[in-house]
Nanobody, 122 residues
Framework: QVQLVESGGGLVQTGGSLRLSCAASTRTFSTYAMGWFRQAPGKEREFVAAISWRGARTDYADSVKGRFTISRDNVKNTAYLQMNSLEPDDTAVYYC???????????????WGQGTQVTVSS
């Protein structure tokens, strides 16, 4: 069993930045690809970014390319999502996920975190 706990959400103005963290409670963290998803009110959960188990490969949704950066620290068992140039459309609950890199963008993940709210004011 893998437990994922997100942190770092909050309220930020348009153009601002936030860094989300996802702490994993497993000794096998480095064997999982990690991903971030988000769900805005009234919308389905959507893929945001993924990173392979060693960090060699990354994948991003078109809507966040160039603004968001996913990274990981396998010593700290933590994944990160650096979000820059935030826009009101980025407002959502952001979820951390663990699973296989090849299918992460489809939402087929093994484990989910509980989510953290990000609100971008205009």
């Amino acid at each position: 069993q893998v437990q994922l706990v997100e942190s770092g959400g909050g309220l930020v103005q348009t153009g601002g930045s936030l860094r989300l963290s996802c702490a994993a409670s497993t000794r096998t963290f480095s064997t999982y690809a990690m991903g971030w998803f988000r769900q805005a009110p009234g919308k389905e959960r959507e893929f945001v970014a993924a990173i392979s188990w060693r960090g060699a490969r990354t994948d991003y949704a078109d809507s966040v390319k160039g603004r968001f950066t996913i990274s990981r620290d396998n010593v700290k068992n933590t994944a990160y999502l650096q979000m820059n140039s935030l826009e009101p459309d980025d407002t959502a609950v952001y979820y951390c996920a663990a699973g296989r890199f090849e299918v992460m963008s489809t939402g087929r993940v093994g484990y989910w975190g509980q989510g953290t709210q990000v609100t971008v004011s205009s």
